[in-house]
């Protein structure tokens, strides 16, 4: 099925910065490469982090290099070979790249937990996942941990299986499922709570996933322990006043606290998502 998602190829046609240079720290001090997940339009993202980061970089006294993909798959290509110091990933993407490169996880929400969800219009029929057998439905990604990875895995377990078509962000999810142009579409309970009411109330949660740990900022290990500890200390200062909690919450970090990964995600290698993960690393 073909999807339209007009809106999409017109935010993905504002013009943004793929890199965003950093305006803190010596001026012959290496950047610090921050990459975060593109769960959303690039233009959101760099709108959302580049702020924040200016108060991490300032509290630091590093400068702090934002790179937005085009892709989740992009995304991963450079997180699967180290490329970033610092990046902001899904759950899974914590398991893939410690496996791969010992990235270690810093910090994560501790106010809310994430589950997939499955989407449907609010006048939709459908009142349950069978129905979805043999029909077409949308997920940001393949590698989308509750988005995708998880919904899949559970429709799996049921015997319902379904068409997947991916869409790149969790705005195009919802969207294509509020137009109409596909049955059902995957996404998590904090991209969709941070939507639009407008656009909120033209869908309904068919389905949710058990939760899990959030998205975590995780660092090479190539990053010093002093400057992990400073990044770490200065995003949980930075919550301590308004604007800052203003700022993190719109990352989806509004309170954020230490990470680990043997309590936070090593639960999820004995999920068996493997078998769904599809990697690009041309």
């Known amino acids: 099925m073909r999807i339209a998602l007009f809106w999409l190829i017109a935010l993905l046609a504002l013009p943004w910065p793929a890199v965003a240079s950093c305006e803190t720290g010596p001026a012959t001090q290496r950047p610090v490469a921050v990459y975060v997940v593109p ?14 980061l200016a108060q991490v970089g300032r509290k630091t006294g590093q400068c702090f290099e934002l790179h937005i993909a085009a892709s989740i798959p992009e995304f991963e290509r450079a997180l699967l070979k180290g490329t970033p110091d610092l990046a902001f990933i899904n759950p899974y993407h914590a398991v893939m790249v410690r496996r791969r490169q010992g990235y270690i996880p810093l910090l994560m929400d501790s106010q809310e ?8 219009a609010a006048d939709s029929p459908i009142q349950d996942v069978a129905a979805l057998d043999g029909q077409t439905v ?3 990604a393949p590698n989308a941990f509750a988005a995708s990875l998880l919904i899949r895995a559970h429709l799996a377990r049921r015997g319902i299986r379904i068409e997947p078509q991916y869409v790149q962000t969790h705005a195009s999810v919802y969207r294509a499922v509020a137009l109409g142009e596909v049955i059902a579409g995957g996404g998590v309970n904090n991209t969709l709570q941070r939507e639009e009411p407008a656009l909120r109330n033209r869908l309904r949660v068919l389905y949710e996933t058990p939760s899990y740990a959030p998205h975590p900022l995780v660092a090479h290990p190539r990053i010093p322990a002093a400057l992990r500890e400073s990044v770490l200390s200065a995003f949980i200062n ?12 719109q990352v989806q970090l509004p309170v954020p606290v230490r990470s680990n990964y043997d309590r936070d995600y090593a639960p999820l290698e ?5 078998r769904f993960v599809v990697l690009d690393e041309r």
């Open 138 to 140: 949308v997920f940001p």
């Open 39 to 52: 769960q959303l339009p690039p233009s959101v993202l760099y709108a959302r982090w580049s702020p924040l």
């Open 270 to 274: 004995r999920l068996g998502l493997e």
């Open 238 to 249: 930075i919550a301590s006043t308004d604007n800052g909690r203003q700022l993190l919450n």
């Open 113 to 120: 937990r994430l589950s997939g969800i499955l989407t449907v």
